[in-house]
C-alpha cells in the first residue's frame, strides 16, 4: 500500500477514535504523527516536531493571555458597553459590524488572523453579555476576515492573483473578490439566521427589554467573571463602576499598540500581544490572578496535534501526490471539482495561504487547454479553501474557540467542527455549479 494512502488512512482513524472515546484529538494527532513518521516515512522525532505550528502557538497563548488580562480588569466589559452604545443598543446590528470591521481591514492588507485575532475577543465577550449566540458571532467574525482578504490588495487576493498571472491564465481581480466577498455573506447570512438573528432583530424592538436583558447579563457576566478569581474580583477593578481608569486606560494602550503593531507594522500577532500583557502583568499584577489558567490549552494542544499531523503529509508530498492523482483525471469538469474538494479539505486543517499557491499550479495543464474557465475555477478553488476556515482546527477557528467563554467553549468547538465540515463538502459542489459548470 502506498505511503500516502496509509497516513491518510490513518488521519481518517484519528478522527474516529477523538470521536468514540473521551480523548483530545490533538494528542492522539501527536501520537499519530510520530507512528507515522518513524514507520513509515522514516522521520526521526526531531523532523516531527519541526512541523508543530510553533506560530500558531504563540499567537494562541498571547491573544488569550492579553485579553483573559482585559477580562480580568473589565477592559472588556468596557468596550463591549462602548459597542452598545455605538449601535444605540441595536444589539442585533453588532454581529453584521463585527463582520464589516473584519473584512475592512483585511481588505487593505491585514493578515486574516491578525483581524480575527483582535476582534474576536471583543466579539465574543460581546456574544456572552448580550445572550447572542457564540457561534454565529464567531462565524461572523472569521467569514469577514475572509471575504476582505480576496481584494486585489488583501493577503489572499494578491497570492491568487500573482500565482495565476505567473502561469500566464486569464484572471480578474475584482471578480475573484466580488464572489469571495458574496460566499462570504452568504454564509454569514446562514449563521445569522440558523442561531437567532430573527430573535435577535425582535428583541431589538422592544428597548426596555433590552436594556433588562443589559443589567442581567452584565451581572451574570461579572459572577462568571469572578468566580475563578476570587481574590481579584474581591478588591479589583471589575467590582467597581465601570468607567475607564488608570487600568483600563492602559489597557486599552496595549490593544492600541497590538492593533498598530500587527497591521502598520506587520509585527508578529502573538509575540505583540504577549509582549502587552507581560507588561500589564509586571504593572497591575493582582488582575493577573487566574489569567494564565483560562488561556486555552486544551484547544492549543488539539489544534497544535492536527496541524502537525497535515505539515507531516504535506513535508512528504501527500498533497501534491493528491493533486497528481486529480490531473490524471480525463474528465476536466470532474477533475475541477476533485482541486477544489482537496483545496477545502486540507485548508480546513492547514494553511489557506499555502494551499491556494499550491493547488492553482496543479490546475494549469487542464486549464490551459481551454475546456474550464480559468477565471471561474481560480474563484471557485479560493473560496472553497478559504471559507473553511472557520473549522476550529484553522487559525481563525481556534482563536475564535480560545476566546469563547469556558463555559461554551465545548459547544463553540463541537458547532465550528460541524459548520467546517459541512462546507468542506458544500463550498466545493456550489462554488463547482455556480461559478465553473456554467462557463465551460
Not at 467569514?143 to 480576496?150: I, L, P, R, V
Not at 481584494?151 to 473578490?177: C, K, M, Q, R, Y
Not at 431589538?204 to 447579563?217: N, S
Not at 471559507?387 to 476566546?403: E, Y
Amino acid at each position: 500500500m502506498p505511503p500516502e494512502v496509509i497516513a491518510l488512512a490513518v488521519l481518517a482513524l484519528v478522527f474516529l477514535v477523538a470521536t468514540l472515546r473521551s480523548i483530545n484529538m490533538g494528542a492522539l494527532a501527536l501520537v499519530a504523527a510520530f507512528v507515522v513518521g518513524l514507520s513509515v516515512f522514516g522521520e526521526d522525532a526531531d523532523a516531527i516536531v519541526a512541523g508543530f505550528p510553533g506560530d500558531l502557538f504563540v499567537i494562541l497563548v498571547g491573544v488569550t493571555y492579553l485579553f483573559a488580562l482585559a477580562k480580568n480588569n473589565g477592559t472588556v466589559d468596557w468596550i463591549v458597553q462602548g459597542a452598545v452604545r455605538a449601535v444605540r443598543g441595536r444589539v442585533a446590528l453588532v454581529p453584521w459590524a463585527m463582520f464589516f470591521v473584519c473584512a475592512a481591514v483585511t481588505s487593505i492588507g491585514a493578515v486574516s488572523p491578525a483581524a480575527v485575532a483582535i476582534v474576536a475577543p471583543v466579539a465574543t465577550g460581546f456574544a456572552h453579555r448580550y445572550r447572542i449566540h457564540p457561534v454565529m458571532m464567531g462565524m461572523m467574525v472569521v467569514q469577514g476576515a475572509t471575504g476582505g482578504s480576496f481584494s486585489p490588495i488583501g493577503i489572499f487576493g494578491s497570492i491568487t492573483n500573482g500565482v495565476v498571472e505567473a502561469n500566464h491564465l486569464d484572471s480578474s481581480p475584482t471578480f475573484l473578490f466580488l464572489s469571495a466577498m458574496a460566499a462570504a455573506l452568504l454564509i454569514a447570512l446562514a449563521t445569522y439566521v440558523a442561531f437567532g438573528g430573527h430573535e435577535l432583530i425582535r428583541r431589538g424592538k422592544d428597548e426596555r427589554a433590552l436594556r433588562g436583558l443589559g443589567t442581567a447579563a452584565t451581572a451574570a457576566s461579572r459572577t462568571a467573571t469572578q468566580r475563578p478569581v476570587p481574590a481579584a474580583s474581591s478588591s479589583g477593578p471589575a467590582t467597581d463602576d465601570g468607567r475607564l481608569n488608570a487600568e483600563r486606560s492602559t489597557t486599552l494602550v496595549g490593544l492600541v499598540a497590538l492593533i498598530v503593531g500587527a497591521l502598520a507594522f506587520d509585527l508578529d500577532v502573538g509575540f505583540t500581544a504577549l509582549t502587552v500583557a507581560v507588561a500589564l502583568t509586571l504593572v497591575f499584577p493582582p488582575s493577573a490572578r487566574g489569567a494564565v489558567e483560562k488561556i486555552g490549552w486544551g484547544t492549543i494542544l488539539l489544534v497544535g496535534g492536527i496541524v502537525t499531523y497535515v505539515n507531516l503529509l504535506q513535508s512528504h508530498g501527500v498533497v501534491t501526490w493528491l493533486g497528481d492523482r486529480v490531473a490524471e483525471v480525463g474528465a476536466p469538469l470532474l477533475a475541477a471539482l476533485l482541486i477544489c474538494v482537496i483545496g477545502a479539505v486540507v485548508s480546513a486543517f492547514a494553511s489557506t495561504t499555502g494551499i491556494i499557491g499550491a493547488l492553482i499550479p496543479l490546475a494549469v495543464p487542464f486549464l490551459l487547454i481551454d475546456e474550464v474557465s480559468a477565471v471561474g475555477l481560480v474563484a471557485a478553488l479560493a473560496i472553497s479553501s478559504s471559507v473553511v476556515d472557520c473549522s476550529p482546527f484553522s487559525t481563525n477557528g481556534a482563536l475564535i474557540v480560545a476566546n469563547a467563554d469556558e463555559d461554551d467553549r465545548e459547544l463553540v468547538f463541537t458547532r465550528l467542527m460541524r459548520w467546517g465540515m459541512s462546507l468542506v463538502v458544500l463550498a466545493p459542489l456550489t462554488t463547482w455549479a455556480v461559478l465553473v459548470l456554467p462557463t465551460t
